[in-house]
T-cell receptor, first 114, second 116 residues
């Protein structure tokens, strides 16, 4: 079975705090891809990152960083020095096998307060 | 500008009144898909299309129809909407099907549908 779990439904932080969004996935495939998407209040879905299962290197992009750990089947997302503009719903997603779709987690709503 | 365009952005209708949500992409993408987003459930795939005249069911196809007569358009049809189809709908496209995981999905801005 393929599944993505985002256990944190909502997170509230004050600006400049660091925050980590958790993502745990399940798949039996050895080749798979993980994604993060951001959904700001305007509603559209914005692609943030794609990582394949053979690349466990952590990635940093400005204030964003991703920690991929196959041993714990996790692909966590950290925002450093959060800003109000980071307020959004964040989705983690999985693609594996021959399926023609992404499997999304339920999403984590992040509220960053001034 | 490369984009996926959905219309309308908001739609309120009544039970049983047929409606169509349009989706168009200008990137010459082969693959298109419809998702619905519900609280606590994330996004779930309704239908997808690998290319013109090729469509297939996703995880939650009941009550929906699609067609792919042209490469750029992939309308979602609700023949007899019911209140449980009240949801936020997204159309997405990619150059090819995400079978290999390589393709990034481009999403439309969403359509908030309310069925009374």
């Amino acid at each position: 079975a393929q599944k993505v779990t985002q256990a944190q439904t909502e997170i509230s932080v004050v600006e400049k705090e660091d925050v980590t969004l958790d993502c745990v996935y399940e798949t039996r495939d050895t080749t798979y891809y993980l994604f993060w998407y951001k959904q700001p209040p305007s509603g559209e879905l914005v692609f943030l990152i794609r990582r394949n299962s053979f690349d466990e290197q952590n990635e940093i992009s400005g204030r964003y960083s991703w920690n991929f750990q196959k041993s714990t089947s996790s692909f966590n997302f950290t925002i450093t020095a959060s800003q109000v503009v980071d307020s959004a719903v964040y989705f983690c997603a999985l693609h594996s096998g021959g399926y023609n779709k992404l499997i999304f987690g339920a999403g984590t709503r992040l509220a960053v307060h001034p | 500008e490369a984009q996926v365009t959905q219309n309308p952005r908001y739609l309120i209708t009544v039970t049983g009144k047929k409606l169509t949500v349009t989706c168009s992409q200008n990137m010459n993408h082969e693959y298109m898909s419809w998702y619905r987003q519900d609280p606590g459930l994330g996004l779930r795939q309704i239908y997808y299309s690998m290319n013109v005249e090729v469509t297939d069911k996703g995880d939650v196809p009941e009550g929906y129809k699609v067609s792919r007569k042209e490469k750029r358009n992939f309308p979602l049809i609700l023949e007899s909407p019911s209140p449980n189809q009240t949801s936020l709908y997204f159309c997405a496209s990619s150059l090819q099907a995400p079978r290999g995981g390589h393709e990034k999905l481009f999403f439309g801005s969403g359509t908030q549908l309310s069925v009374l």
